[in-house]
């Protein structure tokens, strides 16, 4: 029997081991971030750099300096120009966090829920970026209980960085899930104070997290957006901004970890 069960395993075991590991979960140093203020969706990227478009709502367009993109809580609509990434994200706690038709040409779309009683897990490796995703509980709007691996947070490993993408996050990550997680540089938190965590256990997280950088997504106001900017000032810096892009690079550590707040935009064709 126990050559029986050895025999079943070698496969997995094999695949296991084929799998590229996560420099994000394996590193237990930090690097840091630069970041550089200038951007455009579309423009060329400098080798090692990432630019993240803030498209709307839960919406991030990531692009590479390979050409690789990604849009996070994809819902079929980026802007009034014609593209598709090379992957797409999605949540379904909300419809603004999903679509049940994503543009076929798309070649990856990611699931970040499963079936109610197992995950859907994610690894994908497309060379210059790894694709991975943490599971993890929503509260379910129909019968107020708990959806099990209703959400994904997304993780992006890219030109050194760590990138992460918290999604409709209803509640506090326990130790295995930060674990997973491993480091984040850079992440994009939901900060509307109500459907999804409250804004002082969003903050405790973030302070965990202790990431480079903090984008704040997910709010319909700015008030959400003040009180939680507010609340992040005294253990981080904080930039705002008027752009909805940032270019970000691996080089070194800011001062202090800093909260960077950026204005949604579709994307529109150069010349738009």
Partial sequence: MRWVLLFLLLPMMAAAQDRR??????????????????????????????????????????????????????????GS??????????????????????????????????????????HLDLGEMLVRNVPTDIRNQYSGGVEKYGNSIFVFEVAGLCIGHLGHLHHMP???????????????????????????TMIEVLTRLRSSVVIPMHYWGDASL?????????????????????????RTLPQRPTVITLRPAYLRASGE
């Fill in 81 to 122: 120009v014609d593209f598709v990434p090379t992957v797409v994200t999605m949540n379904h706690a909300h419809d603004s966090h999903w679509t049940a038709l994503p543009d076929e040409r798309i070649p990856h779309v990611l699931k970040g829920w499963g079936d109610g009683r197992t995950p859907n897990e994610h």
């Fill in 174 to 200: 326990d130790d295995a899930q930060f674990a997973a997680l491993g480091r984040l540089d850079v992440v994009m938190a939901p900060v509307d104070g109500g459907l999804t965590l409250d804004l002082p």
């Fill in 226 to 250: 003040r009180e939680f900017v507010s609340g992040m000032s005294q253990q981080f810096d904080i930039e705002r901004r008027g752009g909805s892009s940032i270019e970000l690079s691996l």
């Fill in 21 to 78: 590991p996560s420099h994000c979960i394996a590193l237990a140093d930090a690097p840091g971030i630069e970041y550089v203020h200038r951007a455009a969706f579309g423009d060329a990227l400098e080798e090692y750099s990432v630019r993240l478009n803030y498209v709307a709502h839960a919406t991030f367009l990531l692009e590479t300096a390979g050409g690789l993109s990604v849009a996070t809580d994809y819902t079929g609509f980026l």
